[in-house]
């Protein structure tokens, strides 16, 4: 097996073995909350504390990966951080115990596919070439893992979180430290003589923030989604068993987007894609107010799977075209984080409350609104590149003259 090959095998596994894992613990999270006897409004103060660790650490993380050129060790002590916490929240099951170990759980776990797809991007051009098909991969674990986990949930509670959990972060593990580190790839000597910058750098970038706010408004109703599914299925006599069934759908029909976004991108400017994508993920949420059947909500994942992966693969491919190369991990850390971190945050503190004090339509209304104002900076965006490209051409044309 070639040196290419092997890389890509690899980057083939750990995305299988992150998502696999997230399966184990982060879906039933909420269910496990549940039958511990935990307020809706307790659980979403404990996600959203949670978030905030991990929003601000991501920023940390991909510092401390550009200053050491480097992305092998600093995943490999998040894998370890996040076991650990995780056997030590079974010990526990006083609230603000709970809320603590969570917390230090979230200092590692969220920056884990950042780094993972940072480390893609970056290695080569041919396993950047590949990030969308070994995206899908992690999608096609997602999936199977959902589909038949839920059962083991229902019948061992916390025993098949916690284990299902460690087998697959062992194997994450064991991947990472036999994989090729970044600051390895002979062809990558720009990095080394580019100065290194500061972190503040990128949000004086016009176009990088209009991006971030972008990302967080249309992730809002898929991060509620995905932390309140229990209450989605719960509201129209579901189980957990159907709520894992429907991640496991959504998964699979993020696959085909995934594997043909190579030549999506060669026909469609990533701008545009936005949008496209942004529709699809209003769609989801806006659909949500008229399920009136468990059956129905694996329709809903027919608009996850139609929009989600196509703002991903745009993101991991847009914000290097945006960001200085001494801060490319930095700039995908803090794109993470606004893409799963501050949403998150907003959805989790906002959804607790309304579904607690008003309804979960309450919450659909809101959330609908809030993914429609995505749609102003992606617009501007797509706007700013057309002009753009104008002008190089209008140039293009005079100099031939």
Known sequence: ????????????????????????????????????????SQIGLLLTAGMVVGVTSQYFWGYLCDYLNGIKKVISLCIIGTVMAVWSLSTVQNYHAILIIYIIFMLF????????DTWIIQLSKSSRKNYSKLRGIGSLTFAVMSSFFGVLVEKYFYNAMAIGFTVFNVLLFI?????????KDPKDTNREKEPKQRPAVLFTNIKFTAFLLGVTLILIPNSFITSYMFYIAESVNGSAREMGLTFGLAAILEI???????????????????????????????????????????????????????????????????????????GQAVAGAFAAGVPYIIATSLGGSIIQNYSLTSCYIIFSLLGCLALIPFVYLSLTSAKSESTITSLKDQSIS
Not at 297 to 320: D, E, K, T
């Open 109 to 116: 776990q969220p920056v884990i596919p950042s780094l993972i």
């Open 256 to 330: 085909p987007l995934f594997l043909m976004f190579e030549r999506i991108i060669k026909r469609i400017s990533l701008e545009k894609l936005l949008i496209i994508g942004s529709v699809f993920l209003i769609g989801r949420i806006f659909q949500l107010m008229f399920i009136t059947t468990p059956s129905e909500m694996y329709v809903n994942a027919l608009f996850h799977g139609a929009g989600f992966p196509l703002l991903i693969s745009c993101l991991r491919n847009y914000v290097p075209t945006i960001v200085p190369k001494s801060l490319t991990v930095t």
């Open 175 to 183: 991947t990472v430290i036999l994989s090729e580190d970044i600051a």
């Open 1 to 40: 097996m070639n040196k290419h090959s092997k890389s890509i095998m690899f980057f083939a596994l750990m995305q299988g073995f992150y998502w696999a894992a997230c399966v184990t613990f982060n879906v039933f999270l909420v269910f496990y909350l549940e039958t511990l006897h935990i307020p809706s």
